[in-house]
């Protein structure tokens, strides 16, 4: 279940029990008491990775988060207090209150990746932030776009191929129809609306999204090649009804 102000769940921030790791993370804590957790950071495709996965270790952010100029502190700690979580008074100093919550938004960044959501830190700050702009307000519906890596596309391309002309793509084809497939993904995001619920908290309805299996499907039954199969399977029949062999 999604969390934040955009599902009506508070933000909480607790620190993991000693010995435990997160139930969305992975790792393990280290007898010194900072965590090995791992978070995923970042799902948002690039030109030069449309595949992007990102992810650091709770030691990590507690390293950066240490580093960070006072100035910088402040910067983030005034996004994330605009986003709902508790920072205390904003000093510049690394304190506890505001360190809890900057590890917390890392975890609730996790969470939503591993639900599905395309997002990095930045944007998820963004989304809650919006989201809880107005405290009786139902969120404004977003536009959230899934896109299916490069080896599903492939996948289902090499499948639907099978099926319409009785062999596997090259890898030529291949590229041609992740590239066209990746494009219809681009254009058919999946919307997220909500409403708000009696209770007060968010209800979220997804629709919508490509279908990529009928989009490849339509695209390889439209080549020559599976055209000719076609009619040649057609042939075959006659052939069998009339009794002709050979």
Do not use: C, H
């Amino acid at each position: 279940m999604p969390v934040g102000k955009s599902s009506g769940v508070s933000k909480v921030v607790r620190q993991p029990t000693a010995g435990t790791a997160d139930s969305t993370s992975s790792g393990s804590w280290n007898t010194g008491g900072i965590g090995d957790v791992t978070y995923i950071t970042s799902t948002i495709p690039t030109a030069s990775n449309p595949n992007n996965v990102q992810r650091t270790t709770q030691k990590e952010l507690i390293r950066k988060f240490l580093e960070m100029s006072p100035q910088e502190r402040i910067g983030i700690g005034n996004r994330l207090k605009a986003a709902g979580y508790p920072v205390g008074s904003l000093t510049g100093k690394a304190t506890t209150s505001l360190r809890n919550s900057y590890i917390k938004a890392y975890d609730d960044l996790n969470q939503e990746i591993m639900l599905g959501q395309q997002l990095d830190f930045n944007t998820f700050l963004t989304r809650e932030q919006r989201a809880g702009s107005t405290a009786k307000k139902t969120p404004e519906p977003y536009v959230q776009k899934t896109l299916p890596t490069k080896l599903q596309i492939r996948s289902i391309a090499n499948e639907v191929a099978r099926d319409l002309i009785g062999r596997g793509l090259s890898e030529q084809q291949l590229d041609r129809y992740y590239t066209l497939a990746l494009e219809r993904a681009k254009s058919m995001p999946t919307t997220t609306s909500y409403k708000k619920l009696p209770s007060g908290a968010t209800e979220a309805t997804t629709t919508g999204g490509p279908d990529i299996q009928d989009f490849l499907y339509q695209k390889i039954a439209g080549t020559d090649e599976a055209k000719a199969r076609k009619v040649f399977g057609f042939y075959d029949i006659f052939k069998q009804a009339l009794g002709v062999q050979g």
